[in-house]
Protein backbone atom coordinates (compact mmCIF):
# COMPACT_ATOMS: atom_id res chain seq x y z
CA UNK A 1 0.00 0.00 0.00
CA UNK A 2 1.34 3.42 -0.62
CA UNK A 3 2.09 5.08 2.42
CA UNK A 4 0.87 8.59 0.90
CA UNK A 5 -2.45 7.70 -0.73
CA UNK A 6 -5.27 7.66 1.25
CA UNK A 7 -7.52 4.84 2.67
CA UNK A 8 -10.88 5.18 0.86
CA UNK A 9 -13.49 4.59 3.37
CA UNK A 10 -16.89 2.97 3.04
CA UNK A 11 -19.57 3.67 5.61
CA UNK A 12 -22.57 1.57 6.29
CA UNK A 13 -25.18 3.28 8.58
CA UNK A 14 -29.01 2.74 9.96
CA UNK A 15 -29.88 5.71 11.95
CA UNK A 16 -28.67 9.35 13.01
CA UNK A 17 -25.32 9.39 11.41
CA UNK A 18 -23.26 11.36 13.96
CA UNK A 19 -20.52 8.92 14.08
CA UNK A 20 -20.32 9.07 10.07
CA UNK A 21 -20.70 12.63 10.43
CA UNK A 22 -17.78 12.79 12.97
CA UNK A 23 -15.79 10.51 10.57
CA UNK A 24 -16.08 12.96 7.23
CA UNK A 25 -15.39 15.41 9.73
CA UNK A 26 -11.49 13.88 11.24
CA UNK A 27 -11.02 13.33 7.54
CA UNK A 28 -10.24 17.04 7.09
CA UNK A 29 -8.25 17.36 9.77
CA UNK A 30 -4.74 15.92 10.75
CA UNK A 31 -6.31 13.74 13.42
CA UNK A 32 -7.30 11.45 10.60
CA UNK A 33 -5.75 12.61 7.24
CA UNK A 34 -4.82 9.69 6.09
CA UNK A 35 -8.71 8.71 5.09
CA UNK A 36 -11.49 9.67 2.92
CA UNK A 37 -14.92 9.06 3.20
CA UNK A 38 -16.22 7.48 -0.64
CA UNK A 39 -19.59 5.99 0.52
CA UNK A 40 -22.24 6.14 2.90
CA UNK A 41 -25.08 3.53 2.64
CA UNK A 42 -28.19 2.86 4.03
CA UNK A 43 -30.13 -0.01 4.77
CA UNK A 44 -33.00 2.32 5.90
CA UNK A 45 -34.52 4.87 4.04
CA UNK A 46 -35.38 6.96 6.98
CA UNK A 47 -32.22 7.05 8.51
CA UNK A 48 -30.85 10.61 8.96
CA UNK A 49 -27.30 9.59 8.36
CA UNK A 50 -28.81 10.08 4.13
CA UNK A 51 -29.70 13.80 4.65
CA UNK A 52 -26.52 14.41 6.32
CA UNK A 53 -24.12 12.79 3.85
CA UNK A 54 -25.59 14.83 1.28
CA UNK A 55 -25.76 18.28 3.00
CA UNK A 56 -21.71 17.26 3.64
CA UNK A 57 -21.39 16.21 -0.16
CA UNK A 58 -20.66 12.71 0.31
CA UNK A 59 -22.06 9.68 -1.72
CA UNK A 60 -24.59 8.32 -0.43
CA UNK A 61 -27.12 5.14 -1.60
CA UNK A 62 -29.89 3.40 0.49
CA UNK A 63 -29.70 -0.18 -0.40
CA UNK A 64 -32.68 -1.87 0.65
CA UNK A 65 -32.53 -5.36 1.84
CA UNK A 66 -36.59 -5.80 0.84
CA UNK A 67 -35.40 -5.65 -2.49
CA UNK A 68 -33.01 -8.40 -2.34
CA UNK A 69 -34.03 -12.16 -2.22
CA UNK A 70 -31.73 -12.96 0.61
CA UNK A 71 -29.36 -11.17 2.84
CA UNK A 72 -26.38 -12.99 0.79
CA UNK A 73 -27.68 -10.69 -2.59
CA UNK A 74 -27.92 -7.74 -0.29
CA UNK A 75 -24.68 -7.75 0.88
CA UNK A 76 -23.01 -8.98 -2.52
CA UNK A 77 -24.66 -5.66 -3.88
CA UNK A 78 -22.83 -3.78 -1.02
CA UNK A 79 -19.78 -5.33 -2.17
CA UNK A 80 -19.89 -4.61 -5.44
CA UNK A 81 -20.13 -0.49 -4.38
CA UNK A 82 -17.76 -0.51 -2.13
CA UNK A 83 -15.30 -2.63 -4.43
CA UNK A 84 -16.07 -0.31 -7.60
CA UNK A 85 -14.98 2.63 -5.59
CA UNK A 86 -11.80 1.21 -4.08
CA UNK A 87 -12.79 1.03 -0.44
CA UNK A 88 -10.06 0.04 1.56
CA UNK A 89 -12.01 0.22 5.21
CA UNK A 90 -15.59 -0.78 5.79
CA UNK A 91 -16.74 1.11 8.73
CA UNK A 92 -20.07 0.42 10.64
CA UNK A 93 -21.50 3.60 11.84
CA UNK A 94 -24.54 2.66 13.95
CA UNK A 95 -25.25 -0.27 11.58
CA UNK A 96 -27.54 -2.30 12.84
CA UNK A 97 -27.81 -5.49 10.84
CA UNK A 98 -26.09 -8.85 11.29
CA UNK A 99 -23.07 -8.96 8.43
CA UNK A 100 -23.03 -12.24 6.30
CA UNK A 101 -20.11 -14.46 5.52
CA UNK A 102 -19.84 -12.99 2.48
CA UNK A 103 -19.05 -9.27 3.24
CA UNK A 104 -16.69 -10.73 6.53
CA UNK A 105 -14.80 -13.13 3.99
CA UNK A 106 -14.39 -10.02 1.14
CA UNK A 107 -13.35 -7.14 3.50
CA UNK A 108 -11.48 -9.99 5.87
CA UNK A 109 -9.68 -8.08 8.40
CA UNK A 110 -10.82 -4.94 6.74
CA UNK A 111 -14.55 -4.01 9.07
CA UNK A 112 -14.89 -1.80 12.15
CA UNK A 113 -17.57 -1.33 14.22
CA UNK A 114 -18.37 0.75 17.12
CA UNK A 115 -20.05 -0.76 19.92
CA UNK A 116 -21.46 1.72 22.89
CA UNK A 117 -20.46 -0.25 25.67
CA UNK A 118 -16.96 -1.32 26.89
CA UNK A 119 -16.70 -5.05 25.16
CA UNK A 120 -16.89 -8.04 25.59
CA UNK A 121 -19.49 -6.82 28.53
CA UNK A 122 -23.05 -5.36 27.27
CA UNK A 123 -22.65 -7.05 23.39
CA UNK A 124 -24.67 -9.43 21.14
CA UNK A 125 -27.99 -10.00 20.17
CA UNK A 126 -30.58 -7.17 21.62
CA UNK A 127 -27.87 -5.20 23.23
CA UNK A 128 -28.06 -1.86 20.75
CA UNK A 129 -29.47 1.43 21.31
CA UNK A 130 -31.02 2.38 25.24
CA UNK A 131 -30.98 -1.45 25.61
CA UNK A 132 -27.74 -1.37 25.99
CA UNK A 133 -27.30 1.42 28.79
CA UNK A 134 -30.71 0.53 30.46
CA UNK A 135 -28.50 -2.99 31.13
CA UNK A 136 -25.63 -0.82 32.53
CA UNK A 137 -27.46 0.74 34.95
CA UNK A 138 -29.40 -2.52 36.11
CA UNK A 139 -25.72 -4.02 36.28
CA UNK A 140 -25.25 -0.76 38.62
CA UNK A 141 -22.22 -0.71 36.61
CA UNK A 142 -19.56 2.73 37.62
CA UNK A 143 -18.21 3.08 34.74
CA UNK A 144 -18.97 2.35 30.44
CA UNK A 145 -18.10 3.59 27.39
CA UNK A 146 -17.25 2.78 23.59
CA UNK A 147 -15.51 0.10 22.00
CA UNK A 148 -14.18 0.25 18.07
CA UNK A 149 -13.03 -3.33 17.21
CA UNK A 150 -13.07 -5.58 13.94
CA UNK A 151 -15.99 -7.78 12.88
CA UNK A 152 -15.38 -11.16 12.40
CA UNK A 153 -18.38 -14.16 12.34
CA UNK A 154 -19.76 -13.29 15.83
CA UNK A 155 -22.01 -10.06 16.71
CA UNK A 156 -20.10 -7.66 18.62
CA UNK A 157 -16.97 -9.29 18.27
CA UNK A 158 -13.42 -9.28 16.85
CA UNK A 159 -9.96 -7.69 17.99
CA UNK A 160 -10.49 -4.81 20.11
CA UNK A 161 -8.53 -1.51 18.75
CA UNK A 162 -9.78 0.62 20.80
CA UNK A 163 -12.02 1.59 23.93
CA UNK A 164 -12.62 4.17 26.17
CA UNK A 165 -14.21 4.92 29.44
CA UNK A 166 -17.09 7.12 30.67
CA UNK A 167 -18.26 7.70 34.71
CA UNK A 168 -22.11 6.30 35.59
CA UNK A 169 -23.26 8.39 37.77
CA UNK A 170 -25.75 7.11 40.38
CA UNK A 171 -28.41 9.74 39.10
CA UNK A 172 -28.18 8.86 35.32
CA UNK A 173 -30.88 7.33 33.74
CA UNK A 174 -30.34 5.30 29.56
CA UNK A 175 -30.62 8.71 27.98
CA UNK A 176 -28.02 10.45 29.98
CA UNK A 177 -25.66 7.62 29.65
CA UNK A 178 -25.94 7.46 25.86
CA UNK A 179 -25.54 11.35 25.51
CA UNK A 180 -21.92 10.92 27.33
CA UNK A 181 -20.98 8.11 25.46
CA UNK A 182 -22.18 9.17 22.25
CA UNK A 183 -20.16 11.95 22.73
CA UNK A 184 -17.36 10.24 23.22
CA UNK A 185 -17.50 7.82 20.43
CA UNK A 186 -17.28 11.21 18.02
CA UNK A 187 -13.70 10.97 19.42
CA UNK A 188 -13.10 7.24 19.64
CA UNK A 189 -14.09 5.95 16.18
CA UNK A 190 -11.56 8.72 13.97
CA UNK A 191 -8.85 7.46 16.56
CA UNK A 192 -9.48 4.25 15.99
CA UNK A 193 -9.71 4.00 12.21
CA UNK A 194 -6.21 5.98 12.39
CA UNK A 195 -4.84 3.98 14.39
CA UNK A 196 -5.68 1.13 13.07
CA UNK A 197 -4.52 2.08 9.18
CA UNK A 198 -1.30 3.32 10.78
CA UNK A 199 -0.22 0.09 12.79
CA UNK A 200 -2.08 -2.51 10.92
CA UNK A 201 -3.10 -2.00 6.83
CA UNK A 202 -0.18 0.00 6.33
CA UNK A 203 1.98 -2.28 8.46
CA UNK A 204 0.26 -4.82 5.82
CA UNK A 205 -0.69 -6.58 8.88
CA UNK A 206 -3.90 -7.44 7.88
C1 LIG B 1 -23.89 4.64 18.37
O1 LIG B 1 -24.12 4.64 19.76
C2 LIG B 1 -23.14 3.39 17.97
O2 LIG B 1 -22.25 2.96 18.91
C3 LIG B 1 -24.24 2.40 17.84
O3 LIG B 1 -25.31 3.12 17.29
C4 LIG B 1 -25.20 4.50 17.60
C5 LIG B 1 -25.19 5.24 16.32
O4 LIG B 1 -25.35 6.61 16.44
N1 LIG B 1 -23.78 1.24 17.12
P1 LIG B 1 -25.19 7.52 15.13
O5 LIG B 1 -26.10 6.94 14.06
O6 LIG B 1 -23.76 7.48 14.72
O7 LIG B 1 -25.64 8.90 15.53
Known sequence: ???????????????GGSNMQAIVN??????????????????RSDAYALDRAKELGIE???IDPKQFPDRNAFY???ILEMES???GLICLAGFLLKLEPNIIQRFKGRILNIHPALLPKFGGKGMYGHFV????????EKETGATVHVVDEEFDHGPI???????????????????????LEHKLFPEAISLYI?????????
Open 1 to 15: MDMNSKVRLGILVSG
Open 26 to 43: ACATPHLDCAEVKLVVSN
Open 60 to 62: SML
Open 76 to 78: KKI
Open 85 to 87: RGI
Open 133 to 140: HETVIKAK
Open 161 to 183: ILQKKVPVFPEDDAGKVAARVLQ
Open 198 to 206: KEYLRKGKV
